[in-house]
């Protein structure tokens, strides 16, 4: 279908600067982008979704869009700021052309963007890190390849964000370069980077405003006696610090929480929202639900199928009524398109220090190795024709993304790797994925380790269907009461 869009770029863009400039018609094109947004997403919807995925998106947006107003009104995002997220997050990322241009060039689906961990360095030695980081890590990208990855990314998919983890970034350099002079060496690229706050001074949050480019989203567990107990004692004050520091020179940032079967409810509490994103200022929120991957994985952490659905039903609210961003990388699967990874169109890959090459950030199995791809003369499409993505590609195309609305898997369930442990374990075996740790080889063979995934997987299948085919594939529902009601009936 070839459809319209009903606002083109330099119509938000103007859009938005009468809007910031003028605090009388503010309101009005808040409501007038909302219908808009509306319409373009229910009523042309070019990607033939069912209307209830449809409306996620949506919602996703304006959450996102009423994150930047409150903290635009808290007086929390500098002039340059916005200058730059106009410039850079709306122009490339929001409303960017030049990825359908380079994928029709080259005949290729591409990712829209990349997570890159530049390092395994970290500060802290959190329990149940993913990634294993700690100060014994020595290994990082060198200059030429994190910057090669980065230009690459650009010129061969027209890519203007990146997300970045660790490790802890602002702890890489190579030479006489750091991080945020590789941001401003790529300084049309909107970054997000995942960090611990702890390394964000007055300094270095300055920097971070002068660039314009780079918004961190700091990680915490919930309040002082959650985020201490998992990061160490003291963290908690150091985050409140950086926030400070972030809010003084107008940066605008967002939280990560980690959901665990203990922390789940004040994960996704009103009293959280209350204060880190309507008093702090937070324009966004991530909850990573814990996955026992990476430092003494263990399935006793992880929320329950039961905890997920409360968790889903909770960010339903908060992200509709309350008008927050907060999104987590299951539960909001149906506003995602479905799984992401393996660099789906519209998705990503990403690549660790080490320069391993895995489907996500959250599957440690690689399919390649960047500086193996390179010394091979390579580039950043090389995974993309993997036989572990393209496996991974095949089961995303049939469990739904390229199939017609009414015959959409449960998107509820969205993760090769969470929620379909069997699909994935057989991909990465039949594709001779690598373990990228010692972890992740023990558990592709621990009996234990995949029946309890699968159990897992079908546990939260057997919950969810009801809700997806009642919400998402009925064609009549409409998402007032009837919606409400089989919410707090399942
Ligand atoms: S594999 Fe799972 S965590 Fe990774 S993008 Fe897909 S749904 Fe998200």
């Not at 890590?137 to 983890?165: C, M, P, Y």
């Not at 880190?276 to 996955?291: E, I, K, P």
């Not at 539960?331 to 992401?340: K, P």
């Not at 390649?368 to 496996?391: C, E, M, Q, V, W």
């Amino acid at each position: 279908m070839d459809a319209q869009p009903l606002l083109t770029a330099e119509s938000t863009k103007t859009l938005l600067q009468t809007m910031i400039n003028n605090k009388t018609v503010r309101k009005k094109i808040i409501s007038f982008i909302e219908q808009k947004s509306y319409q373009d997403a229910i009523e042309v919807n070019s990607d033939n979704r069912p209307r209830q995925v449809q409306e996620d998106r949506h919602d996703y947006s304006m959450a996102l869009l009423h994150g930047f107003l409150r903290a635009f009104e808290l007086g929390q995002i500098s002039k340059h700021g916005i200058d730059r997220l106009m410039e850079i997050f709306l122009s490339k990322v929001v409303m960017n052309k030049e990825s359908e241009e380079a994928s029709c060039s080259l005949g290729l689906d591409l990712p829209f963007f990349l997570v890159i961990s530049p390092t395994g360095k970290c500060n802290l030695k959190c329990t149940g890190c993913y990634a294993t980081s700690d100060s014994s890590q020595k290994v990082s990208l060198d200059f030429n390849t994190f910057d090669r990855i980065l230009t690459e990314k650009r010129e061969l998919w027209g890519s203007h964000f990146t997300a970045i983890s660790g490790g802890e970034p602002l702890l890489w350099r190579d030479g006489k370069f750091d991080f945020l002079d590789m941001i401003e060496r790529h300084s049309n690229n909107m970054f997000m980077f995942y960090t611990n706050g702890t390394l964000i001074t007055d300094e270095v949050a300055k920097r971070m405003a002068e660039l314009g480019n780079v918004t961190p989203a700091i990680s915490v567990e919930g309040f002082e006696e959650e985020t201490d107990a998992r990061r160490g004692k003291g963290t908690y004050t150091r985050i409140m610090n950086a926030l400070e520091s972030l809010k003084k020179y107008g940066v605008f940032f967002g939280i990560s929480v980690t959901p665990t079967k203990y922390n789940w409810e004040v994960a996704t509490s009103d009293r959280l929202v209350d204060f880190y994103f309507m008093q702090q200022g937070a324009v966004y929120g991530w909850l990573f639900q814990y996955m026992p991957i990476g430092r003494g994985q263990t399935l006793d952490l992880m929320v329950t199928p039961e905890q997920r659905v409360e968790m889903y039903k909770r960010m339903v609210r908060i992200v509709r009524e309350r008008k927050v961003f907060l999104a987590d990388f299951w539960n909001s699967g149906t506003a995602a398109g479905g799984c992401l990874s393996a660099g789906r169109k519209g998705g990503y890959y990403y690549i660790d220090w080490h320069g391993n090459v895995t489907p996500c950030v959250f599957i440690p199995y690689a399919a390649d190795n960047i500086h193996r791809i390179y010394k091979s003369g390579g580039n950043i499409n090389t995974p993309l024709k993997s036989s572990f993505f393209k496996k991974i590609n095949t089961w995303q195309d049939e469990y739904g993304y390229r199939q017609p609305a009414e015959k959409l898997d449960n998107w509820l369930c969205p993760c090769v790797i969470r929620d379909h442990f069997g699909v994935f374990r057989e991909a990465a075996i039949k594709s001779n994925a690598k373990p990228i740790n010692e972890e992740a080889a023990i558990a592709l063979n621990d009996s234990d380790y995949c029946t309890g995934m699968i159990n897992y997987g079908e546990e939260l299948k057997r919950l969810t269907d009801p809700i997806w085919i009642k919400e998402y594939l009925s064609t009549a529902v409409s998402r007032d009461e009837d919606q409400q009601a089989v919410l707090s009936a399942t």
